[in-house]
């Protein structure tokens, strides 16, 4: 820290280095005009007979300037004050601490709000759709924050155990006419069992060579959703999947002979919002039943031994615990939510086809995680509520929400690699509060 | 026979493109142990670059050939790696040192970035390139089935060769080729006896970049049709290459490009095209597992 202000010090006082300056910021403008001129500048279209361009050389200019402003501003940053360009994100660190003794109270406050959202005024159909949609980015991020965040493991392909799940509960309701509460069990066991086949052989490797093979098994269960016609369907999907009921009572305007329908059996007149709702609370509750489990589970031993293998592998095999069957329960468990997440999807739109099932999808939920802050639950609720919200405010910046999204993982990775949220104190102290540091 | 021969020579086509790529992915994974994910758009970019390139010459009225194509080769080689440069300055150097899946992660982030970034720029529709060089020999004429070698195809054996000679001379007989390979061995070491760590770092991503270009060049002349999407799936197969021969061997990434073009081509030829990817996966898998260390890979010692 001393080192620190004197080197602010002397810094101040001899000013900027002008020539250096415009050296390094020319330098960066020329970079800038080697990678923007063709790329930027020159985009093909087509025209009568073949391929043309379209020249945009302002676009050009515009971020060559941009360039060597910025790059001049972070000079004059570093020695006019040198920390500040890496204390910019200090004030988002401090956020945890800020709302440390209020946590509680918070996501208290949080699951009451989430209870009664549907019942708000302003809580149309359209609301109450979205806030499924963010509920399902949740559950998903919980689920993956079990395998990535707990232990470790770097997943990439967790959209096929999503798609697993949803496959198998969109095949068995169809073929054997199984109701969602009997299948969304057996759909949890075949995306763990997934979990278990791609997992026991392939967990010994190095984290980044499962990344790479997680990212494979994805794509290929994509593939498989794709070709084979005879029980997927191909790229047309399922379609006509069963729609949950409420205990047996169907959520149409005029049930089948001889069956009460949810309005009917409460005296309540028909609305189309009553599913809406019912699939809200539906997976409201799924939700909070992951966040439940992996909370407690993260008490019990093997949670401990995941964190300590995520820490260190070598000390943990030499203190006697099997990696790889650590390991496998967390790929499965985790696989298993997504398999829950992924049986609700296939209910709740009644449609679902391998386009839904992509890498992006992989990387979005690895985003939420990593955004959030590996590890922590109520990180990955803020990052799936950004994520998820920031495109509906309009269609440009939908456009551009993949493009932010990339960036955003790496300035996370480079400012705070363990994420925004993310506050890792060791889960059990020696001493509890004596050996807490000050 | 024929049929055989034709397939073969597909194969070595399309392994030789995913030789060039897997190189890249091999030296960086060689000397700072990471998996640099964004190669396969920096092969996309070059692909870009590459019809940019034809068509402004096309507009520009240099249609000669050989020209063209060496014109085309220097500025894709060139422009892609400053784009392999600023995408290790920016998002990697920093986070040397960093906890153990950080650059993956983002590496990740730089490869969703870059896509939607040539997607936004360029549009999200196929581009297509009229041949630039038509016709090749036909063998086998007069029977029932004939073997075809395009001049492209000839073309991407010949530079491929050309390429893999001035690289092994690069890497073998330069300064920068020596230092290169103590980075490999010892980075700390390597750093301590005067080498300097960073540049070594920042030409072997831009020595990557040039070659993942020209592979980027070839799969423009020989598909004539390239969108956005190509470096995701291109990018995961040639990486596969380089596991196949052993990451960090250069010889290996071009020997496991090859093999893996061929088992392509002959699954594709004799059994289903739709699967050939999976082949492609399954092949990944099935080396990590029983040889991780790959053909022509060293094994990995975990120490302490």
Redesign the interface.
Known sequence: MAGRVLGATTAATTGIDWPAALKECLAAAL?AL??F????G???V?VEG????DFRFGWVAIGVAAVFAGRFLLVALRTVRPGTVGAVTAPIARIPALFGPYTQFLVIGGVVFAFVLPFLPFANRYVVDIATTVLIYVMLGWGLNIVVGLA?L?D?GYVAFYAVGAYSYALLAINFDLSFWECLPLAGAFAAFMGVVLGF??LR?????L???T???G??IR??L??WYDVTNGPNGLSAIPRPSFFGLEFTRSPDEGEAAFHEFFGLSYSSLHRVQFLYFLILILALVTNAFVLRIRKLPISRAWEALREDE?ACRALGINPTNTKLTAFALGAMFGGFAGSFFATRQGFISPESFT?IES?LV??IV?LGGMGSQVGVVLAALVLVLLPEFGREFA??R??L??????MI??WR??GLLAHREPTIHLHPVAAAPP | MLYFLQQLINGLTLGAMYGLIAIGYSMVYGIIGMINFAHGEIYMIGAFLSIICFTLLGILGITWVPLALLIVLLVAMACTSAYGWTVERLAYRPLRGSFRLAPLISAIGMSIFLQNYVQLLQGANVKPLPPVIIGGFVFGAGGGFTVTVSYVQIIILLLTVALMVAFSYLIGHTPLGRAQRACQQDLTMAGLCGVNVDRTISLTFVMGAALAAVAGIMATLYYGVIDFFIGFLAGVKAFTAAVLGGIGSIPGAMLGGLLLGMVEAFWSGYFSIEYKDVAAFSILILVLIFLPSGLLGRPEVEKV
């Open positions: 970079v080697v990678l001129l063709p790329l930027v020159m985009r093909t087509r073949g391929a043309g361009l470790g770097l990439l052989p392939v490797l190095r984290g980044d060579y990344a790479i093979v990212l494979g098994f794509e290929i593939i498989i794709l070709n070598i890498f990387a690895l985003a990593v456009q551009f993949m493009l999204f990339g960036a955003a993982m790496v990775m480079i690699p363990r």
